[in-house]
């Protein structure tokens, strides 16, 4: 039931998963997806599909029991896990990254930052101070982390994919525009910046 | 026709636009479904469909004319616009973003900075001098821009929707987590890097 889930789905639950947070602080108990689809710019016809993937959910007529919703959530998305992360490779993108202020509402923590400029090793970005990459495998056990976050140039990062797996990452999310060889049970999430960029310019080509 | 092409299916031909030149400039002419499945971790099954959504392409047992193809992903994506981006806000992330090289890529190039820090104003990043907001207006229409980038914080990102649009830009993107509001005609793309990390962690959750 569960690896029946599209991509475009497990794309659209953090937003889900964001907003009834946001309402459950502001002691939302129900939300209808025609409320949720309006704040969230999504058809209620698409939210209702989505969430039905995974089982039945709300009232008709009622609605969605937001702590419900937001709990289950979660848990599709492991999100519970708090996962920790260290981000490989501190330039301009892996400190936008440092500082990225999204991670944490959905339970995510940046616990290690590494690089192996000695400039840059040694000094602080959002309070954690930059390892030196030859110490990853200690300062990856030492902080717990989780998840692997390639910052590095293209060259490089097959290297540090390498390594943060000997470290034992249990996963790794990619920026290096280059296909990286990884184990199986090693999920990987390459990620492209210029792909939402390309989805503008075909809407704009359409006007 | 053009308006049934998936977002998934959009999402995807940023990818094969890009395998596709880089086959052109090593002299690559014909590539197979299943060859581009390969370099690209894709079913070919995946890449077939992707492909005759937007008309007929390839002979049996063939494969795909290399300069064809992307001649005519470039076309649907809108890529032959060239397209010129201004960067709102260089803080970390505007900063990464005026620095990612896989923008150039798919010929889009960024020809403008801006920000309203004075400490920032003035400085050149990537080669660019960083202009101030204020002159906004005039510096949009003297590069010729198309594309707004708002990497402002959330709480003046509708002012700098708002800006942008009265300067003329044809479209927006935007990473500020907060639903800005623009007219009909002007297309918009939320970024949100969180995503991507919550489809690792819902991978990460499976194993």
């Known amino acids: 039931m569960k690896k029946s889930i599209s991509q475009a789905t497990i794309d659209r639950l953090p937003l889900y998963f964001r907003t009834l947070r946001l309402m459950e602080e502001t002691e939302i108990n129900i939300i209808s997806s025609d409320e ?10 698409q ?3 989505d969430l039905t993937t995974f089982g039945q959910f709300g ?7 937001v702590r419900e ?3 289950r959530i979660s848990n599709i998305l492991g999100l519970q896990n708090h996962w920790r992360l260290a981000i490989v490779g501190v330039g301009h993108l892996g400190g936008a990254l440092a500082n990225y202020v999204n991670f944490a509402s959905l339970g995510f923590s940046v616990v290690a930052l590494l690089d192996k400029n000695p400039k840059i090793v040694g ?4 309070g954690i ?14 902080k717990a982390v989780d998840i692997g976050i390639i910052t590095v140039p293209a060259t ?5 994919a390498d390594a943060l797996i000997a470290a034992n990452v249990k996963g790794i999310w990619n920026f290096a525009p ?9 999920p990987l999430v390459n990620e492209d910046l210029s792909i939402g960029l390309s989805a503008l310019s075909y809407h704009m080509s359409q006007n």
């Open 178 to 186: 280059i296909k990286l060889n990884v184990p199986d049970n090693i």
């Open 69 to 71: 919703l937001k709990d």
């Open 47 to 49: 939210i209702r599909k």
């Open 156 to 160: 490089e990062a097959q290297d540090t």
């Open 36 to 45: 949720l689809g309006r704040r969230l710019d999504i058809t209620p016809e």
């Open 129 to 142: 101070t930059v390892g030196n990459i030859s110490d990853m495998k200690e300062i990856i056990s030492d």
């Open 123 to 126: 000094t602080k970005v959002n």
């Open 59 to 65: 009232k008709k007529g009622i609605g969605y029991d």
